[in-house]
């Protein structure tokens, strides 16, 4: 069997512990036979859900998520769905997000309640604002899209130094070129440079269990909306490291595990609290194990994708101090 179409390790099979999740195998893929998956749906069993939530029994594992019974109608920022479907992908477990594929429906018996989508006007309209006002420094999937972007504007400065005065020779000054394109092309190689450090970092500090990220309640309000599974974002009990502010000092947080919950009181209450998912537990790492290196990693796509950036934008960035040591030491 090819090696994308399965998922060898039950360490990094994603959602394991989420018993009212079906993994459809035939949909586990990836674009090469000798690396790992990077996509897998998941089909959620209403039936199973239904038994974990019955009597507020304590819940197994990290199907705490599966929350108690709540009362309340449709809200505003609310659809109702025919179907759910869970979406797995490698880049998105990297990234820190949680994939929802609905089914919308109109018709009132549709057994699900869930956020509207993300292409309604509302939500594209909240998402541009966030960008805005939203600066989480801590999160290195942050730093990685910040750091490439303020890398590529020094290389277009880079472009005016060494490529305006050869279509425009009057706007040239002295040394122009050597100088002062040349030290631009070095402090833009070596943004790409610590950028590229940062994702390597981000490749080996990927949820190893995959983050669910929802959280699943039965919604009794006994009228038109009554008797649902509402599905809502679970930001308290993600278990990604990209809420942690703690991860470039200090270390990373490492949440309560399974085996300790169960060990605790199991009223509603303490259902809330965070499971730790992870095999490990650690929620951060700068260096995997020589073993995950060799089992994992090396067959996963998007570790080797990272390896490659950073071993060309090294090259490169070595290359270019070479390059300007030179040409200073040619001025001088």
Not at 9 to 23: D, K, M, N, Y
Not at 24 to 31: C, L, N, S
Not at 186 to 206: D, P, R
Request: proline share 5%; with cysteine.
């Amino acid at each position: 069997m090819s090696r994308n179409t399965a998922f060898h390790s039950q360490a990094h099979e994603p959602f394991r512990a989420q018993e009212s999740l079906e993994l459809q195998q035939d949909r586990v893929t990836g674009p090469f036979s000798f690396l790992n998956p990077t996509r897998a749906a998941f089909r959620h069993n209403p039936a199973e859900q239904k038994t974990l939530s019955t009597a507020n029994e304590p819940q197994k594992g990290a199907d705490a998520d599966h929350t108690s019974e709540e009362k309340a109608g449709k809200r505003d920022d609310e659809q109702l769905a025919s179907n759910i479907e869970f979406k797995w992908r490698s880049r998105d477990n990297r990234k820190g997000r949680h994939a929802l594929v609905v089914d919308p429906s109109v018709d009132p018996s549709a057994p699900y309640l869930v956020p509207k989508q993300t292409s309604a006007a509302r939500e594209v309209a909240r998402n541009i604002v966030r960008m805005g006002t939203y600066f989480p420094y801590w999160d290195v999937s942050y730093l990685v899209a910040t750091i490439f972007t303020l890398g590529s504007v020094v290389w277009v400065i880079n472009a005016f130094f060494v490529f305006l005065p050869l279509v425009q020779p009057k706007t040239e000054f002295n040394d122009e070129i050597l100088t002062g394109g040349g030290v631009s092309a070095f402090i833009g190689a070596t943004i790409f440079e610590i950028g590229s450090v940062l994702l390597l970092v981000e490749a080996v500090n990927e949820n190893r269990s995959g983050c669910f990220g929802w959280a699943l309640t039965r919604a009794l309000s006994g009228g038109e909306y009554g008797d649902k599974i509402r599905v809502r974002p679970d930001k308290d009990r993600c278990t990604h490291h990209h809420t942690n502010k703690g991860n470039f000092v200090g270390k990373g947080s490492v949440k309560q595990p399974l085996d300790a919950m169960h060990s605790q009181d199991s009223s509603p209450d303490n259902m809330e609290k965070p499971v730790e998912v992870n095999s490990t537990g650690d929620s951060w790492v700068w260096f995997p194990s020589w073993l995950d290196l060799k089992t994992h990693y090396l067959r996963e796509l998007g570790f080797l994708a990272s390896l490659a950036q950073f071993c060309g934008a090294t090259i490169f960035w070595v290359s270019l101090a070479f390059q300007q040591s030179r040409g200073v030491a040619d001025v001088d």
